[in-house]
């Protein structure tokens, strides 16, 4: 998408705007959160969740990769990572959906190493060549507390599916320790159920991607996932049962329930049309849906000649419309505030 820098500036003013105009009321105290872990924990579940999930590591299959290797032996599958988690980096995060970023930020974590790899990756230094540093669970357990204590809003779990047992386990740690903040999966949606289970009760806020909806564009630019469209959207209906929609507290943060991301792509090889009909037939009407237009030719993308470009503010308004047009009520308010935008740009072209 090709914009002068005159309106690019005036889209982020925009933007800005949409923050500055929904303040979270400054009388609301902010309120005392009790995440869904917790409860867990009180039945004395989370132990045995934390031990049934380091199990998968003898044979792992916490993916639908499925590669059955001895990851606590050193053996090493598609993800390339080790049992041991990897971080990357971890700080409050200011550009994630404003729910999520409350007052201080998203607290982020970034796993190193990716159980999808994209040939798009916006993270390949981190995704793909797995940078960042082996620690051990109760040092990921400092980090969610020290992000806890600097004030961030929740514990967002960048590229979690390869390592879901050392976060249960540092999880448990922390909550020992005061952990209350609400835990964010924030995930590719190349998801096992089977593995999702493990985390019914523990996760408050699922923010999956929904990439593609078809087998052979999956295959081509998902690192051979050609089922990346039927687990993606199984795992989109499990993490619907367990968490329902999007919720928020007096202050617009949000608590709990499903964010689904989808990222436009060029050429519409994403399938937004087929998504977005997808959302509005298996999921209530006021699903969040965050329609992203930020895509950004990366990594691999150069050598495939169907993304080799950004999308064009056409192709995004016409997304936008897909969405509108399918039912969907609840699309990120950044999203619409975007769509308007290059409406408003693309009436004023001259013809
Ligand atoms: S997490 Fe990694 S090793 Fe395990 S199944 Fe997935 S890709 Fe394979």
Redesign the pocket.
Known sequence: MTISRREFIKHLLLLGGAVYCNPPPLWAAKPKLTPAYANLARKGELADRAASAYAVFQE????P???G?N?LKGEQ???R?PAKVMVYSAQPHYGEELSLVGAAGSGTIFFSNC?LRCVFCQNWPIAHEGRGKVIEDHQLADIMLKLQQIGCSNINLVTP??VMPNILNAVRLALAKGLHLPLVYNTSGYERVEMLQLLDGIIDIYLPDMKFMNDEKAATYLGGASDYPEASQKAVLEMARQVGDHQTDQRGTATRGVMIRHLVMPNNVAGTDHFVRWVAMNLPPATYVNIMSQYRVDYKAFEYPQIWRRITMREYVQAMEWAQASGLTNLDPKSVEAWRFYKQTLRNEPS
């Open positions: 792992c299959r916490l993916c990769r499925e590669c290797v990851r599958g598609f993800c990572a159980n599916t390869h």
